[in-house]
């Protein structure tokens, strides 16, 4: 059984990608930019990495396509 819903899992892949990036990228942000300084970087720097560790969704997404193929 899949974790996903149903609906995102019926949509073509590319918009599979924008509602990813659209979720995930600006909880990442602020998520960074709030967590920044409780680790000791400028909040911009965190929001940055929030950034970053936001696409590891995408990336495990476009894997998934990938290996479906």
Not at 18 to 36: C, K, N
Request: glycine share 10%; proline share 9%; aromatic share 14%.
């Amino acid at each position: 059984m899949s974790l996903l819903p149903r609906w995102f899992e019926a949509l073509p892949f590319q918009t599979k990608i924008l509602v990813t990036a659209f979720v995930f990228d600006p909880i990442g942000f602020v998520a960074g930019y709030l967590l920044g300084p409780s680790l000791g970087v400028e909040p911009i720097i965190g929001g940055v990495y929030g950034f970053v560790a936001a696409s590891v969704p995408m990336s495990l997404l476009v894997m998934r396509e990938a290996s479906a193929r």
